[in-house]
């Protein structure tokens, strides 16, 4: 089994800062790995896939980075809409999820 | 747009059965593996199963082997998730999610296009 773990559990972040999330797998997982915003009450969606491919419609203030065990998804200046729970995913082995980081104003 | 459509959540009582459908629509639903994901209130995303483009192939998730099982109609673009032997930690928002890859012989495991969810709560 390959575990995720994310972190920081919450980033307190204001409007225009830059965002830089982390995602640590047990094991390498190549470039095997997605990034999902998740609002409240919403769906998640997709944003980056395999690392660093922006999924169609994502802004460019979306940019995923890492292979192997270490990976970040940075966000280049933080937009109002942007507050929201992310969760990273690997499709190396078993689809898991990491436990999330939740971006919210300071 | 690309579009799916979860129905079939509500309240059930341990032990019982539960079947949700999704429709996907604006999109080849005959070439997509299709996926259910759950997230129990307040909780992160659990994968639960998926099915090839062509019904083939299903794989579980360990925590619902022997319980769930899912099932796809091409013809109806409908795939549907048959919940028995529910219990309390089966409560959450279960979504349906299209597979990342349109090719028929490859599954991606990424989730491009998510329904709403439907919300399946097991008590008594």
């Known amino acids: 089994e390959i575990v995720l773990t994310q972190s920081p559990a919450t980033l307190s972040l204001s409007p225009g800062d830059a965002a830089t999330l982390s995602c640590r797998a047990s094991q390498s997982i190549s470039n095997y790995l997605a990034w999902y915003q998740q609002k409240p009450g919403q769906a998640p969606r997709l944003l980056i896939f395999?690392?660093?491919n922006r999924a169609a419609g994502i802004p460019a203030r979306f940019s995923g980075s890492g292979s192997g065990t270490d990976f970040t998804l940075t966000i280049s200046s933080l937009e109002p809409e942007d507050f929201a729970v992310y969760y990273c995913q690997q499709r190396s082995s078993w689809p898991p999820f990491g436990q999330g980081t939740k971006v919210e104003i300071k | 747009q690309v579009q799916v459509v979860e129905s079939g959540g509500g309240v059930v009582q341990p032990g019982r059965s539960l079947r949700l459908s999704c429709v996907g629509s604006e999109f080849t639903f005959s070439s997509y593996a299709m996926h259910w994901i759950r997230q129990a209130p307040g909780k992160g995303l659990e994968w639960v199963t998926v099915?090839?483009?062509?019904?083939?192939?299903?794989y579980y998730a360990d925590s619902v082997k022997g319980r769930f099982a899912i099932s796809r109609d091409n013809s109806r673009n409908t795939v549907s998730l048959e919940m028995n032997s529910l219990r309390p930690e089966d409560t959450a928002v279960y979504y349906c999610?299209?597979?990342?890859?349109?090719?028929?012989?490859?599954?991606?495991?990424?989730?491009?296009?998510w329904g709403q969810g439907a919300l399946v709560t097991v008590s008594s």
């Open positions: 395999d690392a660093s």
């Open positions: 099915i090839s483009s062509n019904g083939d192939t299903k």
């Open positions: 999610a299209r597979d990342a890859s349109s090719s028929r012989h490859a599954v991606a495991y990424y989730f491009d296009y």
